[in-house]
């Protein structure tokens, strides 16, 4: 009696008796789903989002690469060839850069004459000009590449790379050069180190999830970084959506002093940067987020301070050298730190002082570095928690 | 049923009444605790009179010595007893100074002395002797061993990493804290250099502040100083002082401050906007009023460079010091008015000074009323706040009282310098207002009028 009763029971709560069985297997799977969310939701919270921000071709994609590389399975064999037309793309790009530039200058500057390409190189350097501004690029060759090298080696070449900073020339372009053999080899698969240093620019949004393993491996953090493009575009549109984040790592190539903005010719990286750096401090989704301070590219810093002044910009103009050789690094380092800690102090609300602010100073290609680097930063974001849970 | 029974005559053990004839050796009798002192560990030998008896009072320092020890006269241990007709006991040269004095009395039994001699209490002696030696040797053990343990957590140092270091840290820190001759032994065996060296732009916090909770307990030469001041270390404690517990903030400040000592001392290295935003934090923390002394002396220390000052004014340091006036202790008051006066030197620390709204009432209001060096510097603010801008703030200050507090200062015992700025801080403020008004916001008596 009762089991009718249920039955029918059924029938009568659900609309249409055909659709019965289907009816309470949607209710299950709606269960299901909800209580997936719940389960979700929750450990959710206990993931803690990290995001890096920083002017175009800051070092954050290079420092997503080295996390990826440390805390998870790093790259796989089929990640890694997949960088491979990346890395080619670099190395047409590259010197087509180099070749369109020492004919601006061969036309342009009074020393013209030191600009302008050998004979035997001419009519190489059309062709790898009239190849690197194609949108699909052919694959390197033994003979591709040692015409490019034979272009690179050529003196005007190498006079234009001593000017490389007017251009947009990239980081790894000495790098690559010195490669090509190994570049072009048929059974190439690009190593490590060639993908850090692979240059593409992030579209969009990319993110990994990690747990950095410590010495006692059940530390039970776990990070999600996610990494967005640098290059101008509608920032103010879609950052609000970072709000809540734990920590923003926001990075900086001090190294490029003296350089342009890939999308302005007439703007001053730097300068760029700093703007950047202001209007991100002052998001109101960041009040309570942590700022992570990463002074990059620290390698390239240290070889260019001997040679290339720091008042060169703007933001730098009353900065004065006190002696040489590294002590002159170390103190044009402290100067370029105390500005932007300047800048970070002038640029927060006096409620907001107490946020975490702190600055590292690292050299994203190098692994050890990151590595200790993170250890520190996740050691902060620790004890924030511990603090603001009101434990320390 | 035991036939003989132990005379309970003298209850002391080892002791007995009757012809049982067990003769303890003093050093036995002491270390059984026949007066109650030791507690086991040491074998004394027997020692012979080399260890000097003054010496070893003085080194103990002991609060609880037995009372039979004590001179009745002096309070203190007796070094030479001597026994008079009456039985008691006394230090020799007391009671010949209370003979001097024309006494002759027992000073304890206040009976008249029948016989003015005065023995030598050899028996006394030895027990005192045999007691505070036992009593040495212990603590001379204790100290080799801290010593030894001292130096051992520093050789470990130079090897390990990772957690191994932290709680090697951990120990050195709680080692030195207690004992100095494990501070001496940790420099003598060039601690300081080793713990400098874990000091870098890669140090964790953990690690980072137990060594500065050890360096900070330390005595520092000249050359570990200097090492100390890299920018790479300073930002390093600059650091941890915005991060760390109360302590670990105290022991960064006063670090700091004892490194400022030092000549070659850079000022850029201390223009630092966080160093300067922690020390206000830190001296505006409620929950823990014991950071605020150690912060603003720093800050006073700091302020003497001119960078910093700009700098200190430019956070809103100004203000933020002036509202905590009124709830300070006294030590800490004047370090504040010294910062703030300090301030005034400069033309936006005036600005800054004047624009605050509490400055004149509060500074009217601490004159003549805590020390004679904060009606200083409460004065030499009002003076740099009412040259600014005479009419508007002079009229404000009088209003506040300053005039018959400024008139107290001149009728004070104070300094000369002082009341003579009283004087023309007064006639500065007077030069507004008629004679008669002037004298009314004073509110004085009929007398001094």
New interface residues.
């Given amino acids: 009696m009762l089991c009718f009763v249920t039955e029918n029971m059924g029938l009568l709560c659900s609309k249409s008796r055909r659709y019965n069985d289907a009816n309470t297997e949607e209710n299950a799977q709606a269960a299901e789903i909800e209580r997936r969310i719940e389960l979700e939701t929750k450990a959710e919270k206990h993931i803690q989002k990290l995001l890096l921000l920083g002017a175009g071709e800051s070092g954050k994609s290079t420092i997503f690469k080295q996390i990826k590389l440390l805390f998870q399975t790093g790259f796989d064999e089929a990640e890694l060839k997949s960088y491979l037309p990346v890395i080619h793309a670099n190395v047409y790009q590259t010197i087509k850069l180099l070749h369109d530039g020492s004919k601006e200058f061969a036309q342009n500057d009074v020393n013209f004459s030191k600009y302008v390409i050998s004979d035997e190189n001419k009519d190489i350097g059309e062709k790898l000009s009239e190849i690197g501004g194609r949108m699909d690029y052919p694959r390197l060759t033994k003979e591709l590449a040692q015409e490019i090298e034979s272009l690179w080696r050529d003196a005007a070449i190498q006079e234009t790379y001593a000017r490389g900073n007017e251009l947009q020339v990239p980081d790894c372009t000495h790098y690559f050069m010195e490669n090509l053999e190994r570049l072009s080899d048929a059974n190439y698969v690009p190593t490590k180190e060639d993908v850090l240093l692979a240059r593409v620019r992030t579209t969009g949004v990319v993110e990994i999830q990690f747990s950095p393993v410590g010495?006692n491996k059940k530390s039970g953090e776990v990070y999600r970084l996610f990494d967005v493009g640098g290059q101008r575009n509608e920032r103010r549109k879609w950052i609000h959506l970072f709000e809540g984040v734990s920590a923003v790592i926001f990075c900086v190539a001090i190294s490029e002093y003296d350089q342009t903005l890939f999308e302005d010719e007439n703007k001053n990286r730097m300068m760029e940067t700093k703007e950047l750096f202001e209007w991100v401090l002052k998001q109101q989704c960041f009040e309570k987020t942590s700022f992570m301070l990463f002074l990059n590219k620290f390698d390239i810093f240290e070889k260019k301070i001997p040679d290339v002044p720091l008042n060169v910009c703007e933001w730098f103009k009353d900065y004065q050298p006190v002696s040489t050789g590294k002590q002159e690094v170390?103190?044009a380092y402290?100067f370029v730190?105390?500005k932007f800690?300047?800048s970070?102090?002038q640029n927060t609300a006096?409620d907001s002082?107490?946020r975490?602010?702190?600055?590292?100073?690292t050299t994203a290609l190098d692994q050890k570095v990151v590595k200790?680097?993170f250890?520190?930063v996740d050691?902060?974001l620790r004890?924030r928690n511990l603090f603001e849970a009101g434990l320390? | 049923m035991p036939m003989y029974q132990p005379s309970k005559r003298d209850m002391v053990v080892g002791f007995e009444g009757g012809g049982d004839g067990q003769i303890l050796d003093l050093d036995t009798a002491v270390k059984d605790g026949v007066l109650g002192g030791v507690d086991g560990g040491v074998v004394g030998t027997g020692v012979g009179e080399k260890l000097d008896l003054r010496k070893m009072i003085q080194e103990l320092d002991l609060c609880e010595v037995p009372t039979v020890f004590i001179c009745p006269i002096s309070l203190e241990p007796m070094q030479d007893p001597v026994t008079l007709c009456t039985g008691q006991t006394y230090e020799r040269n007391n009671i010949l100074k209370w003979f001097n004095l024309g006494h002759f009395t027992c000073p304890t039994t206040m009976q008249e002395l029948w016989d003015d001699s005065i023995t030598p209490n050899t028996t006394l002696y030895r027990l005192i002797y045999t007691w505070f030696s036992q009593k040495y040797l212990l603590m001379k053990k204790r100290s080799e061993d801290v010593q030894g343990r001292a130096s051992e957590l520093v050789e470990t140092l130079k090897k390990v990493k990772g957690q191994a270091r932290v709680h090697a840290l951990k120990e050195l820190h709680h080692v030195v804290a207690v004992h100095a001759t494990a501070r001496k032994s940790v420099i003598d065996g060039g601690g300081v250099s080793v713990l400098s060296s874990l000091l870098g732009p890669f140090t964790s916090h953990a690690v980072g502040s137990e060594v500065i909770g050890i360096l900070v307990s330390l005595t520092l030469d000249s050359e570990s100083k200097k090492n100390l001041m890299q920018p790479a270390k300073i930002s390093l404690m600059v650091d941890i002082l915005n991060e760390g517990s109360i302590e670990t903030k105290i022991n960064c400040t006063r670090l700091i401050e004892s490194l400022i000592e030092e000549k070659d001392f850079r000022s850029e290295i201390i223009s630092s906007h966080s160093l300067l935003v922690g020390l206000m934090r830190l001296v505006k923390d409620k929950r823990h009023s014991n950071g605020i002394c150690p912060g603003l002396s720093l800050l006073r220390t700091v302020c003497f460079y001119k960078e910093v000052k700009i700098l200190l004014v430019s956070i809103g340091a100004v203000s933020q010091l002036v509202e905590l006036l009124s709830g300070m202790e006294h030590e800490c008051l004047e370090l504040a008015l010294c910062v703030l006066d300090s301030l005034s030197s400069i033309p936006e620390g005036r600005v800054a000074l004047k624009d605050c709204v509490s400055t004149i009432p509060i500074m009217v209001r601490l004159l003549m009323r805590i020390s004679e060096s904060c009606t200083q510097y409460a004065l030499s603010i009002l003076w740099s706040v009412c040259k600014l801008a005479p009419e508007e703030c002079s009229s404000i200050a009088v209003d506040a009282g300053l005039a018959a507090k400024l008139l107290l200062v001149i009728q004070s015992g104070c300094n000369p310098i002082l009341k003579q700025q009283a004087a023309e801080l007064l006639k500065l403020c007077s030069l507004n207002y008629s004679d008669t008004i002037f004298i009314s916001k004073c509110k004085l008596t009929r007398t001094i009028q």
């Fill in positions: 010495e170390e103190h402290e730190k105390k800690e300047e970070y102090f006096p002082v107490d975490v602010f702190k600055i590292y100073r200790k680097t250890k520190l050691e902060t004890r320390l």
